[in-house]
């Protein structure tokens, strides 16, 4: 692992060793006070996400690095039409590490692909945010000392909570575990991940609206916000909307052990009522993914730049395909190449390398 473009990426080893490497700069701070002396993280944020970018930021000051921050697209040469690729290889020359966070998806892997120094996807677009999952994991191993035998329940909006996506093709690799996904009908998880990340493995699952019913069987309690944009009606919108919040009264029946999660902001689906609970883990949280993004820097900086990138990997097909996602870097880099991947060879599906969509 060169890049941190995709949780996926990322061995169970590996990460593994990165957790360990959290807990020790929680345990010892100062030994890590001049880990990175000298060394920058440019942050390139190309869409607003201050808090993302305040714990890039927090992270390399407490390794006693440096940060070369670019907060707003308006403000840089994007707004004069330079291309991802040339972003990188100019930044390349200032950094060490790049954190960059953009609308459009795959734009990271594209900086990946043209950096002579490590990319780390600070979220791009509803595609990927690896180091939110990062914190996640953080939390779940410091709340439960284990990644097995484990009840996992997500509730909110499943469908374009790409924070539910990453956490579930993550945690699906440890044995024991049991996914509890509780949605309104119109927010359920997407089939594709359903079937790629929990049914081809076998996962024990159970899809219900009903957040009170599956409450006393839950291990991890993982909220997220329900819009109101992404219901089909204000009707349905205002029947459903007070079901996913999250009250003291709906706890009656949960675990004394339980784990709440949240990636945060909030707007009302936690109530603060429960914020004194200690089973409240979201402030944690935050704290968690500063922690591990510190060890992620360490990692990357610590990397031989030798490693090939996996993404370019396998069989592959160049332009006689278009991605036709309107969300993909592709839509506006007109001069790079559609590149997709063979990504299932029995059912012949090619995924474009930048968004994942599968070739029409
Ligand atoms: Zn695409």
Same mark, same amino acid.
Not at 51 to 72: D, K, Q
Not at 96 to 120: C, F, Q, T, W, Y
Not at 126 to 151: C, M, S, V, Y
Not at 217 to 237: A, C, G, K, N, P
């Given at each position: ?21 959290? @807990? /020790? ?42 940060? !070369? ?31 960059? *966070? ?31 999952? $990062? ?10 000392? *284990?990644?097995?035998? $484990?009840?996992?329940? !997500? ?62 069987? !839950? ?15 204000? /009707? ?60 992620? #820097? ?22 006689? #395909? ?12 007109? @001069? ?9 060879? @029995?059912?012949?599906?090619? *995924? ?9």
């Amino acid at each position: 692992m060169k890049h941190l473009i995709d949780i996926q990426e990322l061995s169970t080893v590996e990460l593994a060793e990165m957790i360990a490497t959290a @807990e /020790d700069i929680i345990a010892n701070p100062q030994k890590y006070a001049d880990a990175c002396r000298g060394k920058k993280l440019a942050t390139l944020f190309f869409e607003p996400s201050t808090r993302t970018r305040l714990s890039f930021e927090a992270a390399m000051y407490e390794l006693g690095g440096n940060v !070369l921050s670019v907060s707003s697209a308006n403000s840089s040469s994007a707004a004069k039409g330079e291309s991802i690729a040339d972003t990188a290889k100019t930044v390349s020359c200032y950094a060490d590490i790049i954190a960059m *966070r953009h609308p459009k998806e795959g734009a990271p892997l594209v900086a990946s692909m043209n950096a002579s120094i490590p990319v780390i996807n600070a979220g791009d677009g509803g595609h990927n945010h690896p180091t939110q999952t $990062l914190a996640d994991l953080l939390t779940i191993w410091r709340e439960k000392r *284990r990644f097995d035998n $484990l009840t996992i329940g !997500l509730c909110g909006d499943l469908k374009f909570g790409r924070t539910v996506h990453s956490l579930i093709s993550a945690m699906s690799r440890y044995s024991g575990i049991k996914f509890v996904l509780i949605s309104p009908e119109e927010l359920k998880l997407p089939s594709y991940v359903r079937e790629e990340f929990i049914e081809s493995k076998g996962i024990e699952y159970k899809q219900t609206t009903d957040l009170i019913e599956v409450m006393p069987e !839950l291990d991890i309690l993982y909220m997220t916000r329900v819009q109101r944009e992404r219901f089909s009606s204000e /009707d349905e919108y205002q029947r459903l909307k007070d079901s996913y919040i999250l009250t003291p009264d709906k706890l009656e029946t949960a675990k004394s052990d339980l784990s709440i999660l949240h990636p945060l902001p909030r707007v009302n689906e936690i109530s603060v009522a429960i914020d004194s609970d200690p089973r409240a883990c979201y402030f944690k949280q935050v704290l968690n993914g500063k922690y591990m993004r510190m060890a992620l #820097i360490l990692k990357l900086l610590s990397m031989k730049d030798c490693e090939s990138d996996a993404s370019y990997e396998g069989e592959r097909v160049v332009d006689t #395909i278009k991605c036709q996602n309107p969300r993909c870097i592709t839509s506006v880099e007109q @001069e790079l190449p559609h590149v997709f991947k063979l990504t299932d060879k @029995e059912q012949g599906v090619y *995924r474009c390398i930048y968004c994942e969509s599968k070739a029409k």
